[in-house]
């Protein structure tokens, strides 16, 4: 299992801007580390929507 040491310091911006290209490589790898960053305990706090404006609405989109 992946925690948030494994991977390397991710910019949430990032996250959302790689959500927004709709490019398959960028999209996949956005989920993956939301993934990853969710199932941690220490990090989950930092994602919630008043953190992150618009988070909701790419991942439906995704959906």
């Not at 959302?16 to 941690?40: H, P, R, V, Y």
């Not at 305990?41 to 992150?52: A, K, P, S, T, V």
């Amino acid at each position: 299992r992946l925690t948030k040491a494994d991977v390397a310091p991710v910019d949430a911006w990032r996250i959302m801007m790689a959500l927004k290209s709709g490019l398959l490589a960028e999209t996949c790898w956005a989920l993956d580390i939301l993934n990853i960053l969710l199932f941690d305990d220490n990090c989950i706090g930092y994602f919630g929507l008043q953190n992150m404006p618009g988070l909701l609405e790419l991942l439906l989109e995704h959906f």
